[in-house]
């Protein structure tokens, strides 16, 4: 697999419910960058998460991040209808340069 | 609150046409990017670009990409014969400094090459 897979790929909940998505990835990474793309639309940064941190907060977002696993998860707390989405999560490595790596992404329906 | 813009929001073109997409990076910000987003797909690094010159290139950045900062505030990207597989969003991103800075995306460019 890639750097950067999501899963699921596709998920579908109720307004109010928890929606938590998952990441995984294959090299060592600086950060971990989550985005949020409504269709057809632009990248909207959700959250940045260091190396060196484990967990991370934003409103009703929550962040984690096992580099022993390589694995960073994403959870959305009290889902919203206009959370619908898809959301991706983006490695930068180790280059000076600083690109991102995405994932395939998470598509994100949430029903009212 | 600053951001990112590009223009035009959507271009279409005959497959062999020239194309320059135009993306105004956030003005502090000394990195700046292009990627891609095929319709369906992730969306794939093309190029990065710092101290006016390319710092980092993909695979898919050949010879008919290029990138220019022709002043102080644009970045272009230049596809010089545009291909079907070309049709795809273009994000232009911008950071500050650092290695802990997020990247800032634009709104991106639908290419519809024909």
């Known amino acids: 697999s890639q750097q950067g897979e999501e899963d699921p790929q596709a998920l579908s909940i109720q307004e109010g419910e928890n929606a938590t998505m998952n990441c995984s990835y294959k090299?060592?990474?600086?950060?971990l960058q989550w985005y949020r793309q409504n269709s057809g639309r632009g990248l909207v940064h959700l959250i940045l998460?260091?190396?060196?941190?484990r967990e991370k907060h934003s409103g009703r977002l929550r962040v984690t991040l096992d580099t022993s696993k390589k694995s960073s998860s994403l959870l959305i707390t009290a889902s919203r209808a206009a959370d619908t989405a898809s959301y991706f999560c983006a490695t930068r490595g180790s280059s000076n340069t600083g690109k991102l790596i995405f994932g395939q992404g998470t598509t994100l329906q949430v029903k009212p | 609150e600053p951001e990112v813009t590009q223009t035009p929001s959507h271009q279409v073109t005959q497959m062999g046409q020239e194309v320059i997409l135009r993306c105004v990076p956030i003005s502090n910000h000394l990195y700046f990017y292009w990627y891609r987003q095929i319709l369906g797909q992730k969306v794939e690094f093309l190029v990065s670009f710092y101290n006016n010159e390319i710092s980092e290139k993909s695979e898919i950045f050949d010879d008919q990409f290029s990138v220019e900062r022709p002043d102080g505030s644009n970045f272009t990207l230049k596809i010089r014969s545009t291909k079907l597989e070309d049709s795809a969003m273009y994000f232009c991103a911008s950071r500050l400094q650092g290695a802990y800075n997020e990247q800032f995306f634009g709104p991106g460019t639908r290419l519809t090459v024909l």
């Open positions: 998460i260091r190396s060196n941190e």
């Open positions: 090299t060592s990474i600086n950060n």
